[in-house]
Every structure is written in C-alpha cells, then in structure tokens.
C-alpha cells in the first residue's frame, strides 16, 4: 500500500505564502487521486483540494474558501503532490494532510480516502 508523508508546513504571517509536499512511497502517486484535507482545532476534517489520477480526466476540485489562492499539482518524476498556499489567511490555520486512494471521480471527502500521512501544522498568524 502506498505511504505518504507531508512536508512544508509551519507558521506565516498573513498573506504569505507556503507550500506544501505530499511524498509517496512504495507505490507509485500517479496511480492515486490525492487529496489535501486541514483540520482545525475543535472542528471537523475539510476537503481542501484533490486530484484525480492521471488517467482519469477532470479538474482538481477547490474548496471554495480556497479558490484562486491554492493550487494542487503534481511532479511525477518526484512522486508527489503539491499544495501551493497564496494569500493565507488566519483562518487556513490547522493541520492539513494528504490521503490517497483509488477515486475516480472524487468529490474531496474523507471517507473516499483510505490512505493518510501524519500530517502537518501550518498556522497563519502575525
């Protein structure tokens, strides 16, 4: 089974920005929609963004709170997905994590996701 562990997170001043690495092992990521998902404290996982697998068409879904501010990709040579974070905002404060599996069409929930890496803080403060 795939195995994913995320990077880059940690603590910006308002507007700033970040990016953020979703590395996979043992298997490869293109074969898996993936997903980014932020918890914050007190509230429930969200969807943030995700992306379907490369043979299977359709563009990455955003949540709306997020639109025209990230932006998900993909580096296949590298074996990872990316989440890049513009214009951050205070309330894109939590724990943000990267879940595979194989989604078709996916509609960025948890429950679509098996797979999950441990996660990483990102927190927007000044």
């Known amino acids: 089974q795939v195995q994913l562990v995320e990077s880059g997170g940690g603590l910006v001043q308002p507007g700033g920005s970040l990016r953020l690495s979703c590395a996979g092992y043992r298997r490869t990521l293109d074969d898996y929609s993936v997903g980014w998902f932020r918890q914050a404290p007190g509230k429930e996982r969200e969807g943030v963004s995700c992306?379907?697998?490369?043979?299977?068409?359709?563009?990455?879904y955003y949540a709306d709170s997020v639109k025209g501010r990230f932006t998900i990709s993909r580096d296949i040579g590298k074996n990872t997905v990316y989440l890049q974070m513009n214009n951050l905002k205070p309330e894109d404060t939590g724990v943000y994590y990267c879940?595979?599996?194989?989604?078709?069409?996916?509609?960025?929930?948890?429950?679509?996701?098996?797979?999950w890496g441990q996660g990483t803080q990102v927190t927007v403060s000044s």
């Open positions: 879940a595979a599996d194989w989604v078709s069409r996916p509609r960025c929930r948890t429950y679509e996701y098996d797979y």
């Open positions: 992306i379907s697998s490369s043979t299977n068409a359709g563009s990455p």
